[in-house]
């Protein structure tokens, strides 16, 4: 009913930076809170920034002041702006979405993208 496709992941060093794009596709109605998740191996998928559809942001502690998410509505995309990369940022990067489609409201995910960053 949604997909959500995921670019822009890849091998960067330590302080560089990258922008993560979210596509959002189907028969959307709505789309009201979206986030990127992150998995590195051995852990748990974690929040790393939200955002809900007023453009109201959190971030974990972790990534205060590196990264920045945003979105454009009129495009159902989400972004996420990841500067001074450490290479405990590496992951696997995911996009979430909950939306309204004619069958009712649930989260979706994407696929995932992967960010590996070398010291």
């Known amino acids: 009913q949604v997909q959500l496709v995921e670019a822009g992941g890849g091998l960067v060093q330590a302080g560089g930076s990258l922008r993560l794009s979210c596509a959002a596709s189907?028969?959307?109605?709505?789309?009201?809170?979206m986030g990127w998740y992150r998995q590195a191996p051995g852990k748990q998928r974690e929040l790393v920034a939200g955002?809900?559809?007023?453009?109201?942001?959190n971030y974990a502690d972790s990534v205060k002041g590196r990264f920045t998410i945003s979105r454009d509505n009129t495009k159902n995309t989400m972004y996420l702006q990841m500067h001074s990369l450490k290479p405990e940022d590496t992951a696997v990067y995911y996009c979430?979405?909950?939306?309204?489609?004619?069958?009712?409201?649930?989260?979706?995910w994407g696929q995932g993208t992967q960010v590996t960053v070398s010291s």
């Open positions: 955002i809900t559809s007023g453009s109201s942001t």
């Open positions: 189907g028969r959307i109605v709505s789309i009201d809170a």
């Open positions: 979430n979405a909950e939306a309204s489609t004619m069958y009712g409201r649930r989260p979706y």
